[in-house]
């Protein structure tokens, strides 16, 4: 069976994976660029970068947690329905009654 949300892990793996190899190059530049510019431009554009990914990295996960477990949900209904059970929606949730 095909994971839905594949694409976001995917999406996510290579977000680290790029992070990283900035973090490397940046690395390899700053030891030629080593001046008040360069401490600059690393406060401005790359300092909060790791932080905002770890975010992303955090909601992404959390994300998929409720996918799933909505999914699972969705499913014990599912399957309730068919041996004739109730659904959550019959047992004490809200109707359109």
Known sequence: MHDPLTPIRDADDRLRHEFVELARLWQSVRTDWADARAAEFERQHLAELGPSLNRLAAALAE???????????????????NRGGNSALDSGGATDA
């Not at 799933?68 to 329905?81: C, E, F, H, P, Q």
């Open 63 to 81: 994300y998929t947690r409720v996918v799933r477990s909505a999914d699972r949900m969705l499913r014990d209904d599912d399957t309730a329905a």
